[in-house]
């Protein structure tokens, strides 16, 4: 399974753009690149699911470059709510695809 | 999507005591799968549960110590047994949705003395 790594925390105020990078060096060609949200004393929720370029929901967006060796979650004008730990995942559509969660990315919105 | 709920959400034990903790679906699923989440940690996987078949456990996970049942397709249960306090954790259930989503229940906070 590939390795992903993420920034550890990030701040950012209301209103604004965060974008978080995930690097997933080796990734590989059947892999798919999943973004999940964990709110405190919640189980983590499927924000959005990416194989290249650009994918979009009422959410988030999701940047994939051609090498697919990173992947950058975008949250449009953020607001307090969105304060929570955010996790990069790669692996197979397969059924029974086993979820490795990295570290994560804790992101505090500040008012 | 998928509603998930766990009992208990949450409970204090004694070293040494065992703990089952449930996770009902409102649908039927193939596979459910039990994550740990240690204080300010990330999320572990323990073991996948299929209906009908032994639980397939993570490495560093045990069935004697991690039991399972999967007794149909919309209930499975998680034991801890024999806790110490390096058992307090968050234990989640989650179940998959094609294509490759999956859906995760509250959580059960133990705490071990």
């Known amino acids: 399974l590939a390795k992903t790594t993420q920034p550890i925390s990030m701040d950012s105020y209301e209103g604004q753009e965060v974008n978080i990078t995930c690097s997933h060096n080796?990734?590989?060609?059947?892999?798919?690149i999943t973004w999940y949200q964990q709110f405190p004393s919640q189980g983590p929720r499927f924000i959005i699911q990416g194989y290249k370029t650009k994918v979009t929901n009422e959410v988030a967006s999701l940047f994939i470059p051609a090498d697919r060796k990173s992947s950058t979650l975008s949250l449009p004008r953020v607001s307090l709510s969105d304060t929570a730990v955010y996790y990069c995942?790669?692996?197979?559509?397969?059924?029974?695809?086993?979820?490795?969660f990295g570290g994560g990315t804790r992101v505090l919105v500040k008012p | 999507s998928a509603v998930i709920s766990q009992k208990p959400s949450r409970d204090i034990c004694q070293r040494g005591t065992s703990l089952t903790i449930q996770c009902q679906v409102d649908s039927q699923v193939t596979m459910m799968f039990w994550y740990r989440q240690q204080p300010g940690q990330s999320l572990t996987l323990i073991a996948t549960?299929?209906?009908?078949?032994?639980?397939?456990?993570e490495s560093g996970f045990v069935i004697d110590k991690f039991p399972i049942s999967r007794p149909n397709l919309t209930f499975s249960t998680l034991t801890v047994s024999n806790m110490s306090p390096e058992d307090s954790s968050i234990y989640l259930c989650?179940?998959?949705?094609?294509?490759?989503?999956?859906?995760f229940g509250p959580g059960t906070r133990l705490t071990v003395l």
């Open positions: 989650s179940v998959e949705r094609p294509p490759n989503e999956q859906f």
């Open positions: 549960a299929n209906q009908g078949s032994e639980a397939t456990y």
């Open positions: 080796n990734i590989a060609t059947n892999d798919y």
């Open positions: 995942l790669v692996g197979g559509q397969a059924a029974g695809n086993k979820l490795t």
